[in-house]
């Protein structure tokens, strides 16, 4: 991932306009919620297959994560990374927190490797509720 050119110029306007769709967000987002959205209408994306061939290069760029756990994308607010992130998912008000794995993930990748099992990826979503949402239940 090091010669990955994240250089936003070199995106393309489909690539770019789902980039700031996930950004203007703020929340993960389906491939068929960004393709709701007025502005990917506007800018000429029909069809799923579109939305889905500009999240994959975003994502092969580290400017989008996955949540397998929701089938939705989020845009990574921290730049290209090459050390696994995780979410917490708010299960409330669907806000999610990015977090930074780095020591987790090689604990994790360590006991793996301590069954001979060779790790593509780590991934870790955690459900529950975010502080407003955590704030707002507290209060009857
Ligand atoms: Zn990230
Ligand atoms: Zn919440």
């Known amino acids: 991932m090091a010669d990955v050119d994240a250089d936003p110029k070199k995106l393309t306007r489909n690539q770019q306009a789902v980039l700031a769709a996930l950004k203007g967000a703020g929340r993960p ?23 889905y061939r500009a999240l994959d290069k975003l994502i092969a760029l580290g400017l989008v994560h996955r949540i397998e756990s929701l089938n939705a994308f989020v845009h990574c607010g921290h730049g290209p990374h090459d050390h696994a992130a995780g979410f917490l998912i708010c299960t409330d008000c669907g806000r999610t927190l990015e977090v930074h794995l780095e020591s987790c993930e090689n604990h994790l990748a360590g006991r793996a490797r301590d069954q001979g099992f060779a790790v593509d990826d780590v991934r870790v979503e955690m459900t529950g509720r975010c502080p407003d949402c955590a704030g707002r239940a507290a209060v009857p």
């Open 29 to 51: 987002l389906t491939a068929y919620d960004v393709l709701g959205l007025p502005a990917i209408r506007k800018a000429g994306m029909k069809a799923p297959l579109t939305i």
